[in-house]
């Protein structure tokens, strides 16, 4: 009996082998696929002669999907006007969802976008077991509408008077003429201004 099991031994010991062999490869093939995916943020002003000024940008995970490196990012919109976040990588298919916001300031003049995007990322596995990237991203608006770029427009509002941040106080585009200065009967005959209060419009300070 004990020559019998002696002699299965081997045998059971090739079968092993032949085993892991087959099995090891196969869990490092499916550990080398993955992808990854940048998701573009882009901001632009509505109103005339806007600042220079940055922006900046966050992105929050729900249910512990992958995240980048970098989860608040900032962009001159007279510059560029777009930037990414990513690279977020990805190894197995599932969908991952994910919250866009603006950071807001307390900036003069300046109205945010206070819109929220909901993006999901939905991780496919292709016919050759690599992995693709499907990207859907929506405002949560009544008509349920997908967008097709992920956009924040804010609105800055130039006062009447007394010009922006950087802007020149001569406020040189605006076409509507100047009244002349009156002279204020010096010997000289040099004009003065004329000294009366200005109107200002109250500026727009929404914080969303």
Known sequence: MSMKKSRRLPGMIFLLALLMTIMIPFAAFAEEFSCTVNLPVKVQI???NPPSLDYKFKIEAENNAPLPEVTEVTVNAAETGTVEFGPITYKRPGNYIYRITQITDNRLNLTYDSRTYAVTVQILRSE???LHAEIVASTGSADGSKASEIVFTNKYSRPSSGGSDSDDSDDSDDPSPRPPRKPDGN??????????PSAVSPAENTIT
Request: aromatic share 0%; glycine share 12%; no cysteine.
């Open 46 to 48: 509505d109103g005339k």
């Open 187 to 196: 010997s000289n005959g040099s004009p003065t201004p004329v000294n009366a």
């Open 128 to 130: 050759d077991n690599t």
